[in-house]
Nanobody, 117 residues
């Protein structure tokens, strides 16, 4: 099993920055990739950014050039640096771990990000 704990959400003005962190514990050797998803009220959960065990990254088009995902060498901590935040970035942000074992995925509890205009 894997436990994911997010931190770093909050309220920020448009144009500001926030840094989210996700601490993984448990069977982290079985993690293939970790990512950040978000869900705004009335909308489906969507992928924001993902980083693989090998360090490859991918981003939603809406955040490219503004957000950066990174991880430590042990793969136990994944951060999301969010710059130039927009009101449309307001959502609950969830940390996700994709596994090479069963169950195939784990989720954190979510952290609220609110961007005021």
């Amino acid at each position: 099993q894997v436990q994911l704990v997010e931190s770093g959400g909050g309220l920020v003005q448009a144009g500001g920055s926030l840094r989210l962190s996700c601490a993984a514990s448990g069977s982290i050797v079985n993690i293939n990739a970790m990512g950040w998803y978000r869900q705004a009220p009335g909308k489906q959960r969507e992928l924001v950014a993902i980083i693989t065990r090998g360090g490859s990254t991918d981003y939603a088009d809406s955040v490219k050039g503004r957000f950066t995902i990174s991880r430590d060498n042990a793969g136990a901590m994944v951060d999301l640096q969010m710059n130039s935040l927009k009101p449309e970035d307001t959502a609950v942000y969830y940390c996700n771990a994709e596994m090479n074992s069963i169950p195939p995925t784990y989720w954190g509890q979510g952290t609220q990000v609110t961007v005021s205009s």
